[in-house]
């Protein structure tokens, strides 16, 4: 990203949910300009603003891990919307020695984002499976759903390996094509908690 500005426009295409399930009510929001992402609301107002929410934590994951932020694109495409959020904001918000973001609005969150990689399968549904935590498998119908799923799946996979006792891997980068997954705010602050408590290494895994 160039430029001394603080906003910044992206892109942020609304589909009607239906396209990817008839059953299926409200827009799928995704981001041009960040593969990653995806989102959803219950109409077109509501799809936006959590479009916006969805950037701010895109923005805080890239600027923490030190990856490249996105050039806006000049010209939107056909069902895309601009986006604006305030990325120097966002960036004077971000702590140097801690696992913890401060996103632009609202309260302070520790943000925990697993990578998911997708696999298209034969039946018109998405297989999502963790990176880092192999367990975490699960399947989904269109964008918004497989995030839902994969959301479950790593909860419930994060959750099984503390009780055991057992190691629960650091997130690695989210890659070209994968899904960025946030754990649940309070499922976060518990793994922190676990981390401290069991010692682990404070390296990321290697992709």
């Known amino acids: 990203m160039t430029g001394a500005r603080d906003r910044f426009r992206f892109r942020a295409k609304l589909t009607p949910a239906e396209a990817f399930d008839p059953a299926d009510t409200g ?17 077109e107002a509501d799809a936006l ?27 939107l495409g056909p069902g895309e919307h601009w986006v604006e959020i305030n990325v120097q904001e966002i960036a004077k918000q971000q702590p ?18 697993y990578p998911f990689q997708l696999t298209p399968d034969e039946n018109g549904t998405t297989i999502a499976q963790g990176v880092d935590i192999p367990g975490a498998l699960t399947f989904g119908v ?41 754990l649940r705010e309070d499922a976060a602050a518990e793994l922190l908690e676990y981390w401290a408590v069991q010692h682990q290494p404070a390296e990321r895994a290697k992709g």
């Open 27 to 43: 827009f799928v929001v995704e981001f041009p300009d960040w593969p990653a992402g995806v989102t959803q609301g219950e109409d």
């Open 49 to 75: 603003d959590a479009a916006a929410d969805a950037l701010r934590v895109l923005v805080a994951c890239a600027i923490k891990e030190g990856s490249d932020i996105p050039e806006p694109a000049a010209e």
């Open 96 to 113: 140097t020695d801690k696992p913890k973001r401060e996103l632009s609005m609202g309260p302070p969150v520790e943000v925990i984002i």
């Open 142 to 182: 269109g964008p918004a759903d497989t995030m839902a799923q994969a959301e479950d799946a790593l909860l419930t996979a994060v959750d099984w390996l503390m009780r055991e006792g057992k190691p629960v891997p650091r997130p690695s980068e989210v890659g070209p094509g994968e899904m960025a997954v946030a």
